[in-house]
């Protein structure tokens, strides 16, 4: 859901269709948060004097920006992947991924997204920047509304998708 690293953050759990970005917090752990939560808290830091600044930052002030965290199972489109993810998981710049945990051991970063071809990757090793979608955080109910199409790899217009992909219209589900 979040990482243990974000434990000293304040946190809210997702909403379906949010759009949400790649965040690295002040904790310097990696996370979503609302876009418009991250631009409002950077027009204050800029408006800050540069003690001010440097205070807070040595004090540990309580970041500005809300942790949005995803439970397991959970659908997202990653938008505005990188070409080194791209190719190194057979990613298009938008893909459709499920939130995953890699393990249930404590005092370790497990949040992740596996893309449909298997392969995961951690949360950690997105790119801040990257924009996510939350499609829907019932993993199994999404599952369920593809259906077969996903078992076998045909998107809805019934063209092939490299890995067993899905592409989904825009809007669904």
Known sequence: MCDYSLCGVPNRLAVEH???VIHRFRTLTIGLASHREIQQAEASWRRRDWWSRVRDVLTMTPCEVTAVCVPPGAWLILKDVPKDIRLKFGAQSSVTVQFIQTSV???MHRDA???CNGRSISLQSLRPGMRAEI???????LAVRIGEDAIH???KAG???????VTLPHGFP
């Open 18 to 20: 949010e759009e949400l």
């Open 105 to 107: 051991a404590e005092n």
């Open 113 to 115: 997204v596996q893309f």
């Open 135 to 141: 499609l829907s955080l019932q993993g199994l109910n």
């Open 153 to 155: 790899g045909i998107n």
């Open 159 to 165: 063209r092939q998708c490299a890995g067993g992909c």
